[in-house]
């Protein structure tokens, strides 16, 4: 078992301007919960006791949006620092564990298979690993990923076929701080790849159960939702993210209640963000007005609707 996980939430957002001009990636909302919970409910299903994050970009707002949920305050950078550097700025807090998690605060990625990662997590663990790398299939559109050779061992990153996607999740030993020797730095380029070869550094392959979804852009944010509601639909267990839903929200009913009960948080005409959710009710039976610069907590449409340019919503087939 691993108690500690680390959420890098310290970014800009810049792809997903202008919206995270006023709220930080991490707080997104993404099926009524701010995306950085996603990752740290898969941390919680994996048994994980103490989730800290670090923030720099809109550090007052990502941490309003996250207490509620997380305890821990975050690890303010006063400059942004980048991956490893963002890892070294918690050391004090991170290697009082042999091992931690690290997890990218502002994606999405559903694992279904808990058993799986599990049993990487305690090979990491048993042979101490300096790090293992969580990665699935690589999708056409990401050009590049890890490739590595028949005992898992990390090699290089490539454009090649045969390389495979890193979702923004892995495992730390705490030796990595031996090696992260200045901030800002990245994790592979100034960290682990000049240690290939040197050290004990692994790529744990996910089967299909696992879903990765890119939510650098609003295009990709809206896609992301429409895909893991088709997901939800076709599921005839519970889904993902109806497990993360009740690690947070105790009195959560299911999906479709989750997908009926649309909460939608928007920008208002100055693009000033706004504190609160938009309710919409269950029986709701009418329009909803979403502005130019809004973002869509929750997919709650018809998969062709574009949520942009003043659209108004026929929310009637929700019933």
Known sequence: MINTGFLL?????TRFQPHTQFIPKPAMPFFNLPIALYPAGLLKLLGTKEIH????????????????YLINKPV?????LDSAGGILNAQNILKTEDHFWVANGDSFV?????????????EHIKRDHLATFFCIKRPEEVKSGLEFDGNNNLTKISSHSSAAHFIGFYILNKRIFNYIKEKPSHIFKNVILP??????IKVAYLKDSTRWHETGSEDHFIKAHKSETAHIFNKTDKSF???????????YKSDLYAFLNTKVWGLDEHAQAKSEFTCVPKNFNGDIKLLSNSVVATHQVLPDQVFKNKVLVD???WN
Not at 9 to 13: D, H, N, S, T, V
Not at 195 to 200: I, P, T, W
């Open 53 to 68: 994050y670090n923030s720099h970009h809109l550090s007052n707002e990502l941490e309003t949006a996250l207490n509620p």
């Open 315 to 317: 929310a009637s087939q």
């Open 76 to 80: 303010f950078e006063k400059e942004i």
């Open 110 to 122: 559903a694992i279904e298979n808990l058993d799986e990662i599990s049993f990487f997590m305690n």
């Open 195 to 200: 240690l290939v070869g040197k050290e004990s």
């Open 9 to 13: 939430c310290a970014g800009f957002g």
């Open 241 to 251: 993210v109806s497990r993360v839903h009740e690690i947070w929200n105790p009195d």
